[in-house]
């Protein structure tokens, strides 16, 4: 009998905003380089986001974790939407996602891409990743609000470390530091958070002495922002905090750039649940609608989620697709350029050999 082709069940959350646009777009090459490379992906589209809100006071239905839980991977465009506070719909969506299925790693890779422009004057090789801890740290819900209504009214919200969830967030970094400079900087803020940070730094330290060929720098988060934009080439691996990491790859992927063209993944390492793949970019109201969103950032977190899947080849020749594209001088109009979603995707697929519209 012929062998069976590959097969991957990926759950699809467009989203909000331009997540309506981009993951379309994406989808259209993911399609175009299974074929190339002899796998198929079977889509199972999900309406949940903002609208479904409005409409029913939820982000996803009651049962929505349990229909995700036996797919392959979760692709997920942008949440979030004017006229609902953004704790709704990320913690109505996005974050039990990460939660419920240990997506203890967020994934963050930042390099300056062909054609792209950086805003400093000498960026220095910018190459980087962030393992940022994903399920705990700052972002916890133990907390509350109290004398509410009164002129006395507080808030305050606790923030969780676990002994385990440190190791195993800079076990993820020292393995992936290990592939590349073995450099590994950890963010911290242990002069004044003295026992969080405190703990994170040890524990850190303690994971890191095991792998005997790793440099291990703690370098303070305000001087961590500050050597970012200085010496940029001087970072490689950075392990962080929730908190630290969510707004360090945001500002290292200015710094590249764009944040348009910076992906995530959301990574449950042992692989007992799916993991999620999506753009750092959020939802952008302010150009919805319009055709002009750049699609690199959700592309990118396609080929991430390829290389997830095992199909490392058809995740590199995704990338050099885009980067071939971004080469040639096509861009969008975040990047200076003059493309629209369509046209730049269309340029990729040109890359990829097919145009094939997209597969419900």
């Given at each position: 009998?012929?062998?069976?082709?590959r097969r991957h069940v990926i759950d699809v959350i467009?989203?909000?905003?331009?997540?309506?646009?981009?993951?379309?777009?994406?989808?259209?090459?993911?399609?175009?380089?299974?074929?190339?490379?002899?796998?198929?992906?079977?889509?199972?589209?999900?309406?949940?986001?903002?609208?479904?809100?409005?409409?029913?006071?939820?982000?996803?239905?009651?049962?929505?974790?349990?229909?995700?839980?036996?797919?392959?991977?979760?692709?997920?465009?942008?949440?979030?939407?004017?006229?609902?506070?953004?704790?709704?719909?990320?913690?109505?969506?996005?974050?039990?996602?990460?939660?419920?299925?240990?997506?203890?790693?967020?994934?963050?890779?930042?390099?300056?891409?062909?054609?792209?422009?950086?805003?400093?004057?000498?960026?220095?090789?910018?190459?980087?990743?962030?393992?940022?801890?994903?399920?705990?740290?700052?972002?916890?819900?133990?907390?509350?609000?109290?004398?509410?209504?009164?002129?006395?009214?507080?808030?305050?919200?606790?923030?969780?470390?676990?002994?385990?969830?440190?190791?195993?967030?800079?076990?993820?970094?020292?393995?992936?530091?290990?592939?590349?400079?073995?450099?590994?900087?950890?963010?911290?803020?242990?002069?004044?958070?003295?026992?969080?940070?405190?703990?994170?730094?040890?524990?850190?330290?303690?994971?890191?002495?095991?792998?005997?060929?790793?440099?291990?720098?703690?370098?303070?988060?305000?001087?961590?922002?500050?050597?970012?934009?200085?010496?940029?080439?001087?970072?490689?691996?950075?392990?962080?905090?929730?908190?630290?990491g969510d707004i360090l790859s945001d500002l290292i992927?200015?710094?590249?750039?764009?944040?348009?063209?910076?992906?995530?993944a959301n990574l449950n390492p042992t692989r007992d649940?799916?993991?999620?793949?999506?753009?750092?970019?959020?939802?952008?109201?302010?150009?919805?609608?319009?055709?002009?969103?750049?699609?690199?950032?959700?592309?990118?977190?396609?080929?991430?989620?390829?290389?997830?899947?095992?199909?490392?080849?058809?995740?590199?020749?995704?990338?050099?697709?885009?980067?071939?594209?971004?080469?040639?001088?096509?861009?969008?109009?975040?990047?200076?350029?003059?493309?629209?979603?369509?046209?730049?995707?269309?340029?990729?697929?040109?890359?990829?050999?097919?145009?094939?519209?997209?597969?419900?």
């Amino acid at each position: 009998m012929p062998e069976q082709p590959r097969r991957h069940v990926i759950d699809v959350i467009a989203g909000d905003g331009i997540g309506q646009e981009v993951v379309p777009a994406a989808i259209r090459c993911l399609d175009a380089v299974s074929v190339r490379h002899g796998f198929d992906m079977t889509w199972r589209h999900h309406d949940w986001g903002s609208d479904r809100y409005r409409s029913d006071g939820t982000m996803m239905p009651a049962d929505g974790l349990d229909q995700l839980a036996d797919g392959d991977a979760i692709f997920l465009g942008a949440v979030g939407a004017p006229g609902i506070p953004d704790h709704v719909t990320l913690w109505g969506l996005l974050i039990p996602i990460r939660r419920a299925f240990l997506q203890y790693v967020n994934l963050r890779p930042v390099r300056i891409l062909p054609g792209v422009h950086s805003p400093l004057t000498d960026p220095g090789g910018l190459d980087v990743i962030i393992v940022r801890e994903n399920v705990e740290g700052e972002y916890s819900e133990v907390g509350g609000r109290v004398y509410r209504g009164r002129p006395e009214e507080g808030a305050f919200q606790e923030a969780i470390f676990t002994r385990a969830g440190i190791e195993r967030v800079a076990r993820f970094a020292a393995e992936v530091a290990a592939q590349r400079s073995g450099l590994v900087v950890s963010a911290t803020k242990s002069n004044g958070l003295i026992h969080t940070m405190c703990l994170w730094d040890e524990v850190v330290s303690e994971v890191i002495a095991g792998y005997g060929d790793l440099r291990l720098e703690h370098v303070l988060i305000d001087a961590l922002a500050a050597r970012a934009v200085l010496k940029p080439g001087s970072l490689d691996v950075i392990v962080a905090s929730n908190l630290f990491g969510d707004i360090l790859s945001d500002l290292i992927a200015a710094l590249a750039g764009s944040i348009g063209v910076a992906p995530s993944a959301n990574l449950n390492p042992t692989r007992d649940f799916p993991s999620m793949f999506e753009p750092v970019h959020g939802s952008a109201p302010d150009i919805a609608g319009q055709g002009a969103a750049n699609p690199i950032g959700q592309i990118w977190a396609g080929a991430m989620m390829l290389d997830h899947l095992g199909e490392a080849a058809a995740a590199a020749d995704l990338i050099a697709a885009f980067e071939g594209v971004l080469r040639d001088g096509t861009r969008t109009r975040d990047l200076g350029g003059s493309a629209n979603t369509a046209g730049f995707t269309d340029a990729v697929l040109d890359r990829l050999g097919s145009r094939k519209e997209a597969v419900s």
